[in-house]
């Protein structure tokens, strides 16, 4: 299992830095271009997620974002934040609703990061934070 953890300060402008982070990290799977794509999509929804909701854009705190790949080319990637939770994950994974309006937040990030994915696990405590995990089973083109 080839594993790693980057944690960086919760910044839009750290995005960028974190998905360029986690697709560096996949590399050597010589993935398609259209795998690679979808990942970053994730990625930047995921992290997004964590700064603009978890933490409202306030700029204090943190955002992990772990990544693991296993002998079976299965992708396990989480996103983690100490934000204000999530009270109704059901409602927040409708598409369309969120929880910003006043930034015209789009309310799909779920349901795209659910679409690229094989699965998608939420955990999420109010006032504690949120815990986005999924899981993606890659080609190999060695």
Do not use: C, W
Not at 30 to 50: F, G, H, Q, Y
Not at 90 to 96: D, F, T
């Amino acid at each position: 299992m080839n594993e790693m953890t980057l944690e960086f300060d919760a910044l839009l402008e750290n995005e960028v830095f974190a998905r360029t982070s986690g697709v560096a990290f996949l590399l050597p799977y010589n993935l398609s271009v259209d795998e690679l794509m979808e990942i970053k999509t994730i990625l930047a929804e995921m992290i997004v997620n964590s700064i603009v909701h978890g933490y409202q854009n306030s700029q204090k705190g943190k955002v992990v974002l772990r990544m693991n790949v296993d002998n079976e080319y299965v992708l396990k990637l989480s996103v983690s934040d100490k934000g204000v939770g999530i009270s109704d994950i059901l409602r927040a994974k409708e598409p369309l609703y969120t929880t910003r309006k006043d930034l015209e937040r789009s309310g799909m990030g779920f349901t795209i990061i659910e679409s690229f994915s094989d699965d998608m696990e939420i955990e999420s405590i109010v006032d504690e934070g949120t815990t986005i995990t999924i899981h993606k089973k890659m080609k190999f083109y060695g």
